[in-house]
């Protein structure tokens, strides 16, 4: 698991940015906001997955002699993202 947070670490800064956003948006509004961010979410996880695919290729090579694959790798990190998502948007719901 050590090795998918360390992939993680790589953008965790924007997709908590865009976490901590659809939070916000969502705090006023109702539950029907939630599909919209999660959407919202979905796409940009996908244009930073595309980003670090082409600018950081080079890292690939020590996962992959770690033994995980990218797909491994970008749907570990795409399931915890979204994970730290649901329960954030949860609580905002809640409030």
Not at 24 to 45: D, E, H, P, Q, R
Not at 51 to 63: L, M, N
């Amino acid at each position: 698991m050590n090795v998918i947070f360390t992939f993680y670490r790589n953008f965790i800064w924007p997709a908590n940015l865009v976490t901590l956003v659809s939070c916000y948006l969502m705090l006023g509004g109702s539950g029907k906001n939630a599909v919209y961010m999660f959407w919202m979410k979905l796409i940009t996880g996908f244009f930073f997955g595309v980003f670090f695919e082409f600018f950081h290729a080079q890292q690939f090579c020590f996962y992959n002699n770690l033994g995980y694959s990218k797909t491994r790798l970008f749907t570990t990190a795409a399931i915890l993202d979204l994970f730290i998502w649901s329960v954030l948007t949860v609580i905002v719901l809640l409030i």
